[in-house]
């Protein structure tokens, strides 16, 4: 299948040549073809007139929790450890693959139509979550977050549930869909866990070549009880276990220290920034200019919409450019370029996939938005209108992986009332009993 999206403005996030206005971008199998002012030679199986639009890579979601989509809301007004607690964790008691199938596809649908195209997500029941990615065509770093209650000195990864999990996740879907779905190795966070489940996780990963998802120093009770405990950060405790020898996923990371950052700049950390989320459970506001400085990739994610109410990663870049501007004092902490390439390039970094840029080669994974919409007209600047003023609902196409997915409010992957009625019908019933 080849396409062309002809006549566009292109926000291409490549330095080389940043905004291409009357551009003509081309499309090849799953791979961009090319990109430039001139009309490509040759045929085209499809044309779309980009006039009055928009083209941006997809959005990178690089922590979340997308089959959370059922819990929408559900405990505001709590911090996180009532918040999980006393909430999430009984009601997640009660979901199975069925539930978990119906909120990974709710949850999808709102990613597609606000323009994502790439997950990194952590949750359980993950062959259901597999299988509904798969069909939805969107990319997904998969991992299954390991937790491990029980005495340090039981450990046995024979008997770890949560390890077990993630032999059979790497071996059943490491790769599936000719890579669209990736698997991570993955640690729930350092308070959930213990050292002998974080030297295996270390070593697993290292023996499948995976990368690593953690939830890190999301509040400051966790990260100073971590210090009480074992005299060190969680960043660096971690670290100690070989965690990081890949690189990783460390989501939230708002109380990470200096020494963090520099750790984390060494070793390819990723800190996934979390704004909604962070402020929804009083978190606080992660040091994400201080960051930038250290030299650490920094992405950006929504976390599962039960602690956001929103899969709308343009919340995420609005917040990102403008929180940091008002705690610094500095109009220039977070640009509007930042909060993009947070969102496109440095997830894909994240991700460990050849995407967020617009460019020949790279994996066609675009999205169209509508700059003749009211809230997007006139623009003066397309940078400073999608970081601050575009929102999801102004998708009008989803691209991913060279296949249009979305277009104009129609799903062509999904089937959002056989989604509603499942969610209606089986998921709330189980897990409320409504
Ligand atoms: C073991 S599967 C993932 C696990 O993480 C929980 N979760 C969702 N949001 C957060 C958060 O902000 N911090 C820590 N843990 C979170 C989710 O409910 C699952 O139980
Ligand atoms: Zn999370």
Known sequence: MSLLLEHVTAVTMDSAQPVLKDAFVAVEGTKISSVGTARPQGEFDRVIDGTGKVLMPGLVNAHTHVAMALLRGYGGGHDLYHWLNDYIFPAEDKLDARCVAAGTALGLAEMIASGTTCIADMYMYTDAIAKTV?????????????VYFGAPEDFSPDKCGDCQNQLRLVEEWHGAGEGQILVDASIHAEYTSCPSLWE??????RRHGLGMQVHISETQSEHENCWKKYGKTPVALLDQYGVWERGGIAAHCVWVSDQDMDIMAQKHITAVHNPVSNLKLASGVARVPQMLKAGVNVALGTDGVASNNSHDLFEEIKLAALIHKGVGLDPEAVTAQQALEMATVNGARALGLDTGVIAPGKTADLILVDFSAPNLFPCHDAVENLAFSARGSNVVMNMARGKVIYEKGEFFTLDLEKIRAEVEGYA????FGI
């Open 134 to 146: 798969l069909e939805a065509g969107i990319s997904a770093n998969l991992s299954c977050g390991g």
């Open 200 to 205: 295996w996780t270390a070593d697993f990963a």
């Open 428 to 431: 709330l019933p189980r897990i």
